[in-house]
């Protein structure tokens, strides 16, 4: 489904991603693990053309995508959600899904505003699809709530929700489980799952490194901008140039997550 090979992003002396290849299969949750700095966000940002590649390609079913614009990309059909929670927190939560939708709409501008059939009836549409994903992401019941009420956690499932709208085929997800106690993760993970059953291809960016090893089917390693490995989970944990990357950083939380598996 997507094939990356040889792709680099500079800015200026610093080498954020360095000759990085990958690919995932369709159906798959695929783990991207690394210290900080390691340049797993960079790697999201070429993926959704919010930067351009200086070197390498990237195809998304057969398409180059490599500097393509972002929206054209959501278009094709991969969707994401960020590290720090972008909501409108003072709207509501079924708005804020609906935001997702986005750019899918066929109906201008003009029809919207001057409240044509049309526009009236794809707004529906999009209120029915948003409430669809909202049960899906266990959030029905709470659509009228204002985004910014609720708890962390499910901020982030609006996130998700969001994300998903669109019926992407692929979704990013950067750090989804950050700043969640155990609980709230384990249900991330059920969450993921579910996401994958219904159709849609997952990558994740994750520091939770024993969480990631029972969810994903395959995991890529980076450090310092270049991938050290990428396997199965089981081969990962067990890869001599793995615990290296995490045992020589001073991040000792890091080191003591990776070795606690
Ligand atoms: N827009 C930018 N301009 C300059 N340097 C950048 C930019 N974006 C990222 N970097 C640098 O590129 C490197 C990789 O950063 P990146 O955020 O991709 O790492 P990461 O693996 O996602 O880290 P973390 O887990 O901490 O989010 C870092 O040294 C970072 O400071």
Redesign the pocket.
């Known amino acids: 489904m997507l094939k990356i090979e040889g792709i680099s992003k500079r800015?200026?002396g610093?080498v954020?991603?360095n000759q990085v290849s990958l690919a995932v299969k369709e159906g798959e949750i695929f783990g991207l693990i690394?210290?900080?700095?390691?340049?797993?966000?960079?790697?999201f940002n070429m993926l959704t053309g919010i930067y351009k590649p200086n070197e390498g390609t990237i195809v998304f079913e057969q398409q180059q995508v490599q500097g393509v614009k972002p929206f054209r990309i959501a278009k094709l059909g991969i969707s994401r959600t960020f590290?720090n929670i972008r909501l409108l927190k003072d709207e509501s939560v079924l708005e804020n899904v609906m935001v997702g939708m986005f750019g899918k709409t066929h109906t201008g501008l003009w029809s919207a505003i001057l409240g044509l059939g049309s526009a009236k009836k794809e707004e529906e549409l999009v209120k029915e699809e948003s409430r669809k994903i909202l049960e899906l992401v266990g959030l029905a019941g709470l659509e009228d709530e204002l985004a910014g009420s609720l708890s962390y956690g499910n901020q982030r499932r609006v996130e998700i929700a969001r994300a998903l709208v669109s019926k992407p085929k692929l979704l990013l997800l950067d750090?989804p489980t950050a700043g969640m106690n155990a609980d709230e993760t384990n249900e991330i993970g059920e969450l993921i799952r579910k996401i994958r059953k219904n159709g849609t291809t997952v990558i994740l960016?994750e520091?939770n490194v024993g969480w990631v090893m029972g969810l994903c089917d395959r995991i890529a390693v980076?450090d310092h901008?270049e991938k050290i490995a990428d396997d199965e989970p089981e081969k990962i944990i067990a890869n001599p140039a793995v615990i290296e990357a995490y045992i020589g950083k001073e991040d000792t939380e890091e080191v003591n997550k990776f070795a606690a598996n």
């Open positions: 800015f200026g610093l954020a991603v690394g210290p900080n700095g390691a340049g797993k966000t960079t790697f590290q750090e960016i520091h980076f901008g």
